[in-house]
């Protein structure tokens, strides 16, 4: 058997065996867990002493760049943990869902880091705002590393993407980890942490593993370091009421166990097809994982008139599901992650019975196949029914962390919803339905209750993740027992991550904290064009005013001859007057047209291509004979790594402000430049 080992300020920690951990197959040991103690106070400050600096000597742009070179570390390296990942019960499509989705996730962090973040230290929260008459004061936001640590406590239903997911805003945001895996299943997480060590991209001191208890660890920490925590509800209430976290008021977040539902609407009837799609729902959230997902489906709400139709095909669809040792083919379900967790759930099934109807379960043939299968943490897909679910307070209240659900009837869209209300608070909902009226009315309400909501249809059905995927891109977390909390969300993670600060004082200064230039700061106007200048050369606040163009009537003409644009306020004298301009005006895209003009330098040059453009607005019309001039502000700098075979650039957005004879503004935008670098 292998001695796991804590990974505490840069070396493997542990060589007295401990506790030994089994095979949820066959109850084989797999690991031995250490006996030796963690010294966290040596913990917290090498997490503070060696990871901070170490971190923060990158900016969030290298940041990423890692990130995306070690999820594909990862994925070379995968099939070490697919072979480890069997012990825990889980099937190859399981494994898929925790292991591949871990890598996943990194790569999408990696590329919203990349594309979303700027270089430095420093996000600006924008718009600076002004505060003062004359825009000699102004105030903005900014978001910055706390310098402190965070401690990730995971459950065990998932030992690589449960890690993942957080290190990987952690890590963005410039914050060293100290994770702490579930004890059962932490062999696993333990793999991948020596696989992320020996890939040589993590700064020293970004990651420490702790195997066994926390010890005094909270108590360790300060108001600058944060604590997230995945698990029960109850742990999760203990762990936020610990005294230092509240006299500090460190961040904690927690992402909690809960009876997730899955409502059937009433417009949908047993011929059609999003009643199949129920019912493949339903079952597969019931068997990945052996239900083991903070977000399967624990309450199926059903209309009354479908019950027996849609229990008949439930029936035979889990009547056809193999259940046993992973590794023999056919086998769509594992086991439990341990024997612990066997009992646990087997006892809360019996709790939930009382009352209510088994509709299948053990009862109904369940035989493990494979050798040695007697010794696992097998338990039967368990489907339960509560017929009168309004007045019943258990099935709302208690839930078999396993493959376990419950039916429960309604008779109206509003009782509907009222039961799923019931969960006090849930990370996810699915509503099946073929009718977007019923979807308009169900989901604001469900909302309320729900931290994801999942609309099922024919339509979607074909590349819908499912119920119970947490995507990277969008938040996970729920309100009330969910724990209220809130993890992934793409860049919305790592500004959870960030210390969020408002800072006052002049356009000037506000540019030179945040790295942007600020409308009103001072700018350098030089002899040199701002677009003839490399990437290295250009400076913050470098700026063009341009030459001025007065607008004829032949340029609308014209301009309306290319585009095709003949709207009355560019072409009816008489319409145009009725209007609230009062006068034909120019094509707001002839106005940006015209702009571009003024400032483009056309000659071969540094500024390699025009990629986009942002926060346009037109603010006042231009008229015939009106006079226009833009100034062209760079307003910020992005260093992009070098790719293999591209050339070295940057990107670069440019502050737009077009105004007219009156000195008054009549568009404002930014615009994005690819711009080479000398090399």
Same mark, same amino acid.
């Given at each position: ?23 949820? &197959? ?126 990730? &406590? ?171 040792d992973p590794s023999v083919e056919g086998v769509r379900m594992g086991a439990l992650a341990s024997r612990d967790q066997l009992v646990d759930v087997s006892e809360r099934v019996a709790q939930l019975s009382v009352g209510n109807e088994v509709v299948f379960g053990a009862g109904n043939g369940f ?313």
């Amino acid at each position: 058997m292998q001695q796991l080992q804590s990974f505490i300020a840069g070396r493997w920690l542990g060589h007295t065996p401990a506790q030994t951990l089994a095979s949820a &197959i066959n109850g084989r040991g797999v690991a031995l867990t250490h006996a030796e103690a963690i010294d966290f106070a040596e913990a917290t400050y090498h997490a503070r002493s060696v990871g901070v600096p170490a971190l923060l000597a990158l900016d969030f742009q290298a940041r990423a760049a890692r990130l995306k070179k070690l999820a594909a570390y990862l994925v070379e390296h995968k099939e070490e943990l697919y072979a480890l990942s069997a012990h825990t019960g889980a099937t190859r499509a399981d494994s898929w869902v925790d292991i591949e989705g871990g890598t996943g996730t990194l790569f999408a962090y990696a590329s919203a880091g990349a594309n979303e973040l700027p270089s430095g230290n420093v996000l600006h929260e924008g718009p600076a705002l002004q505060l003062g008459k004359t825009g000699r004061f102004a105030g903005t936001h900014i978001l910055v590393p706390r310098g402190g640590l965070v401690v990730h &406590i995971n459950a065990f239903n998932f030992p690589v993407w449960g890690l993942l997911e957080k290190f990987a805003p952690s890590f963005l945001a410039g914050l060293p980890c100290i994770a702490k895996p579930a004890t059962a299943t932490s062999y696993l997480t333990e793999a991948l942490v020596r696989l992320m060590d020996a890939s040589g991209l993590l700064p020293a001191g970004s990651l420490q593993l702790v195997i066994g208890s926390t010890g005094d660890l909270l108590d360790r920490l300060d108001g600058q370091d944060m604590v997230t925590f995945t698990g029960s509800a109850d742990t999760a209430a203990k762990l936020k009421s610990h005294g230092n976290i509240i006299r500090n008021g460190i961040p904690f977040n927690a992402e909690a166990d809960s009876l997730n539902c899955a409502i059937l609407a009433p417009d949908v009837g047993p011929d059609d097809a999003e009643f199949d799609l129920y019912v493949k729902e339903l079952v597969r959230e019931m068997t990945v994982k052996a239900g083991q997902k903070c977000t399967a489906i624990r309450r199926a709400i059903v209309p009354r008139q479908h019950l027996g139709a849609l229990a008949e095909k439930l029936q035979a669809r889990l009547a056809t599901l193999k259940v046993g040792d992973p590794s023999v083919e056919g086998v769509r379900m594992g086991a439990l992650a341990s024997r612990d967790q066997l009992v646990d759930v087997s006892e809360r099934v019996a709790q939930l019975s009382v009352g209510n109807e088994v509709v299948f379960g053990a009862g109904n043939g369940f035989a493990p196949i494979g050798d040695g299968v007697g010794d696992g943490a097998f338990h039967a897909p368990t489907l339960l029914l509560c017929r009168d679910p309004l007045n019943s307070s258990t099935v709302h209240d208690l839930e078999a962390f396993g493959p376990v659900s419950t039916l429960m009837p309604y008779d109206d869209l509003d009782e509907a919803l009222a039961l799923a209300a019931r969960g006090k608070g849930s990370l996810v909902g699915t509503l099946v339905t073929k009718s977007p009226s019923i979807a308009a009315k169900a989901i604001p309400v469900a909302a309320r209750h729900h931290g994801r909501l999942h609309i099922l249809d024919a339509e979607s059905a074909p590349e819908s993740t499912g119920h119970g995927s947490p995507l990277p891109q969008l938040k996970h977390g729920g309100p009330g027992r969910a724990g209220g909390g809130e993890e992934l969300g793409g860049i919305r993670a790592v500004h959870h991550m960030l210390q969020r600060c408002a800072v006052q004082g002049s356009p000037t200064m506000l540019a030179a904290v945040t790295g942007e230039y600020v409308r009103g700061a001072k700018v350098n106007e030089g002899e040199v064009h701002p677009f003839r200048k490399y990437f290295e050369d250009l400076q913050v606040g470098d700026s063009l005013l341009t030459h001025r163009r007065t607008v004829g009537e032949a340029d609308i003409v014209a301009f309306g001859g290319i585009s095709g644009d003949y709207f009355y306020m560019h072409f009816d004298e008489i319409a145009a007057k009725d209007s609230p301009f009062g006068k034909r005006i120019a094509h707001g895209y002839f106005v940006l047209s015209a702009a571009a003009g003024l400032f483009v330098s056309p000659a071969p040059g540094p500024v390699l291509a025009n990629y986009g453009l942002e926060t346009l607005r037109f603010i006042k019309p231009v008229g015939i004979g009106d006079t226009i001039q833009a100034r062209l502000t760079c307003k910020r700098k992005i260093d992009k790594p070098t790719k293999a075979g591209v050339a070295p650039q940057g990107v670069v957005g440019w502050d737009v402000q077009v105004t007219n004879q009156l000195g008054e503004l009549v568009a404002s935008y930014e615009i994005l430049t690819l711009v080479a670098k000398k090399g």
